[in-house]
């Protein structure tokens, strides 16, 4: 009876231990992120007049520091070894400008991926240093105070780097916190380019 209770005793205690171990050593983590984003790329404007728009001085205009939002519907990580890892994230966003009953709305959705470095700052928080590279979708629309509507969209290549700091707060959850620079180059709309600041929940893994 002894040698039951102390085996049963010494299997307890290892179970925990490697609870604890696995507990502490998630390698992954995936969640959503939103927050504003800020252009800082070439000004977008009114140009569709070749599909019949007609052009105004107080037409309206996105132009550098103009504030958008943005949602990062995956925003995903995963580390192989102690440091390094890759990341993952599907995003979207959108500016908008207003004049005289006039709409310009310039809307981007992207998927990322890229290698990440991950620093333990502490126990519970983890500063993680990515580079991204992906397919951006575009979309520009123009709505005159005619009630008419125009649109164009195209697809490009971009970049991203920034850094995320991850707050572990329990061992199922984390409160993550992003700030991006993305790099976007069109033929028609020239630099698109932004800054992020994204906040969310993720789940450990």
């Known amino acids: 009876m ?29 969640g959503i992120s939103l927050g504003p984003s800020f252009y800082t790329g070439s000004e977008l404007e009114n140009t569709f007049q070749n599909q019949g728009a007609l052009t105004s001085p107080t037409d309206p205009t996105i132009q550098q ?12 990580g995963y580390t192989f070894t102690k440091n ?4 993952f994230k599907l995003q979207g ?63 490009n290549f971009g970049m991203e780097a920034g850094i995320t700091l991850r707050y572990h707060l329990s061992p199922q959850f984390s409160w993550i916190n992003n700030l991006e620079s993305q790099q976007q180059f069109s033929p028609e709309d020239g630099k698109l380019s932004r800054i992020n600041i994204l906040t969310g929940i993720a789940f450990r893994f």
Do not use: H
């Open 2 to 30: 002894k040698k039951c209770l102390l085996l049963l005793f010494i299997l307890l205690v290892s179970f925990q231990s490697y609870s604890q171990e696995a507990i502490q050593f998630k390698k992954g983590y995936i």
């Open 65 to 76: 520091g103009q504030i958008g939002f943005n949602i990062s519907m995956i925003d995903a």
């Open 84 to 87: 390094w890892g890759v990341v």
């Open 93 to 155: 966003g959108n500016y908008v400008g207003k004049s005289d009953g006039k709409i310009l709305k310039s809307t981007y959705g992207t998927v990322m991926i890229g290698p990440m470095y991950s620093i333990q700052i502490f126990d519970n928080m983890v500063l993680d240093m990515k580079i991204k590279g992906g397919r951006f979708f575009n979309v520009l629309s123009f709505n005159d105070d005619l009630g008419s509507s125009f649109a164009k969209s195209n697809f």
